[in-house]
């Protein structure tokens, strides 16, 4: 989050370390777009990545239009 040219690239955590509330805020505070307890599902992956890809473009082309 501190280097400007990956500033804004969602981050998914992914981990096996499970579904503590606390590990999960940490993750949130730390600046994850998402947070996923293993074992996962491939297409909820698949589904979230798309999700964050269309955020970006939908950002990307409001910003383009303003500029």
Do not use: M, W
Request: charged residues 30%; glycine residues 4%; aromatic residues 8%.
């Amino acid at each position: 989050k501190q280097v400007e040219g990956t500033r804004d690239v969602p981050i998914i955590f992914v981990t096996a370390f499970g579904n503590d509330a606390r590990e999960i805020h940490s993750a949130y505070e730390a600046g994850c777009a998402d947070y996923l307890v293993k074992p996962v599902d491939p297409e909820i992956v698949r589904r979230k990545v798309a999700f964050f890809a269309e955020l970006s473009r939908s950002r990307q082309l409001r910003n383009d239009s303003s500029a």
